[in-house]
């Protein structure tokens, strides 16, 4: 597997002029073909990233994080690549923890690997870690096997598998959903350890009302699941 050529890496943004341009040249170690979604920034945000080497897809208004990734991903499998890493844009995600995720989808033939940053979660914040453990054994009993962070954006995506299914959410609860799909449609799922770096960065996260919005998905998501158990 030429990963070089075969995979596009996908950061969606919204304000992340301090951390996108120092992000973007690290990446470029890794891979060469880098999507920015710039998710209605007022801050240069995009500027940036396209001075360090990405290239840009602007939203004029904030949309979500899930219609974000959505517009990414779609553009990577328009433009012919196999692959989408993804990756937060405020600089929670290493680098260097980029080549375990080619190691796994090699070896385990996997079509979705997400990061675990459960197994040493001792740098995430309290209740962010309370909250994603919670989330995470919700979604594992939904699922019908363990899920361990279902909140990390650190993922690597097989595009074609992906493009078969079908998602709906438009923001944060799109982690959440595309474990589900990928579950349920049988796609093997391997989940890797990765680093906790919490530092500058700021979450764009509500807590009111993306739980809220996380409750609804994950109440239609149920529904869903006893209609075709019936």
């Given at each position: 597997?030429?990963?070089?050529?075969?995979?596009?890496?996908?950061?969606?943004?919204?304000?992340?002029?301090?951390?996108?341009?120092?992000?973007?040249?690290?990446?470029?170690?890794?891979?060469?073909?880098?999507?920015?979604?710039?998710?209605?920034?007022?801050?240069g945000t995009g500027a940036f990233a396209q001075a360090a080497g990405a290239r840009v897809l602007r939203h004029d208004h904030p949309q979500g994080k899930g219609s974000a990734l959505v517009h990414g991903w779609t553009t990577a499998r328009q433009q012919g690549f196999t692959w989408a890493m993804t990756m937060d844009g405020d600089g929670q995600h290493a680098p260097e923890d980029l080549p375990a995720f080619l190691q796994c989808?090699?070896?385990?033939?996997?079509?979705?690997?997400?990061?675990?940053?459960?197994?040493?979660?001792?740098?995430?914040?309290?209740?962010?870690?309370?909250?994603?453990?919670?989330?995470?054994?919700?979604?594992?009993?939904?699922?019908?096997?363990?899920?361990?962070?279902?909140?990390?954006?650190?993922?690597?995506?097989?595009?074609?598998?992906?493009?078969?299914?079908?998602?709906?959410?438009?923001?944060?609860?799109?982690?959440?959903?595309i474990l589900w799909r990928f579950a349920r449609a049988g796609h093997p799922i391997r989940f890797i350890p990765v680093r906790v770096i919490y530092e500058r960065e700021r979450s764009k996260i509500h807590p009111l009302r993306d739980t809220l919005r996380w409750l609804r998905w994950y109440r239609d998501a149920c529904g869903e699941s006893r209609t075709r158990s019936r």
């Open positions: 597997m030429d990963w070089r050529s075969d995979c596009c890496v996908v950061i969606p943004c919204l304000n992340e002029a301090l951390a996108i341009r120092d992000l973007v040249s690290r990446v470029q170690s890794h891979f060469s073909h880098i999507l920015v979604v710039d998710d209605g920034s007022t801050d989808a090699e070896q385990t033939g996997a079509r979705l690997i997400v990061g675990n940053r459960m197994t040493h979660p001792a740098g995430m914040p309290w209740l962010r870690r309370q909250v994603n453990r919670w989330m995470s054994r919700q979604l594992s009993r939904l699922a019908g096997c363990e899920l361990p962070d279902t909140q990390n954006g650190f993922r690597l995506m097989h595009l074609d598998s992906w493009t078969n299914l079908t998602t709906t959410a438009g923001h944060f609860e799109i982690e959440s959903e």
